[in-house]
């Protein structure tokens, strides 16, 4: 069974949208059963050109992405969430609608990241911070990737999911 996780952050427009890429990227080279997707409880409407030019410098297909709104993920025609994680603090501090999972409510946790938007020195500087976030994203998607997502229970998966929040 596929694990849906789900990534958020206010506007959907830079972190979610780096960690939605590099979670489906890292899955299909892994051959691992785990999609993402990304959503913000007040989507921008537009994606922030230096996070696409982060995932497509790294090989990632960027087609297809939009900014939405989580109001997407809360009906029964949503994909079946197992995991909901926020990347910017904003939305972790935000309260969040009700997602319909597989078995209850999907598991929740916080892995923040500064945005990356806000870096200085133009835009060479915020290629670089993109870049930055975008290696960090990856590696805690491949943390992630590394678990034993089809045999942990909730109490597991959400201790597993903290640890990598502290790594």
Not at 20 to 42: I, P, Q, T, W, Y
Not at 67 to 92: N, Y
Request: charged residues 20%.
């Amino acid at each position: 069974m596929t694990t849906n996780v789900l990534i958020l952050c206010t506007h959907n427009s830079a972190r979610s949208v780096l960690s939605e890429g590099m979670l489906n990227h890292l899955a299909a080279r892994l051959g691992k059963d785990v999609k993402a997707f990304s959503a913000g409880s007040a989507p921008s409407g537009r994606l922030n050109p230096f996070a696409l030019e982060a995932l497509s410098n790294a090989g990632v297909d960027v087609s297809g992405y939009r900014s939405k709104s989580w109001d997407e993920f809360t009906t029964p025609e949503a994909p079946p969430l197992s995991i909901v994680i926020t990347v910017c603090d904003s939305a972790a501090a935000e309260q969040c609608p009700v997602f319909f999972g597989g078995q209850g409510q999907p598991v929740k946790v916080h892995w923040g990241y500064p945005d990356p938007s806000n870096a200085e020195g133009g835009d060479e500087g915020k290629r670089r911070a993109f870049e930055l976030t975008r290696q960090a994203i990856g590696y805690r998607m491949l943390q992630l990737l590394a678990l034993p997502l089809e045999t942990l229970g909730k109490p597991e998966l959400l201790a597993a999911l903290n640890a990598i929040a502290k790594s």
